[in-house]
């Protein structure tokens, strides 16, 4: 039997190795030297007017609610009811 290893070339350690598979490894990732939370917070950009955290109207387009954009357009005031509810803290403006 040890004549058929040694004719495939494999010892019996060689057979008995576990393989080693890629999964293993550690991925690599190209960092640039800033945090990737970083990153994400620049590739948000925040419209001019939009709700409060924990906040909802409603308008013409429906319910909006926490962090969705609104316009003077979606209020049946307009301009005027978009300005008081900055002044009420509903609708933030960046």
């Known amino acids: 039997m ?3 290893n040694e004719s495939l070339g494999k ?3 060689e057979l008995l190795e576990k393989p080693k598979t890629e999964l293993s490894e550690k ?3 190209k ?3 800033k945090p990737q939370s970083a990153k994400k ?3 948000v ?3 001019p007017y939009y709700l409060g955290k924990k906040k909802a109207i409603t308008t013409k387009r429906g319910i909006l609610s926490d962090g969705d954009e609104i316009k003077a357009k979606d209020l049946s ?3 005027k009811a978009l300005d008081a509810f900055v002044k009420s803290g509903h609708v933030v403006k960046s």
Do not use: F, L
Request: no cysteine; aromatic share 0%; hydrophobic share 5%.
């Open 2 to 4: 040890s004549n058929e």
């Open 11 to 13: 010892s019996e350690n």
């Open 27 to 29: 991925p690599k990732s």
């Open 31 to 33: 960092s640039s030297g």
């Open 41 to 43: 917070k620049e590739a």
């Open 45 to 47: 950009k925040k419209p």
């Open 77 to 79: 005031g307009g301009k």
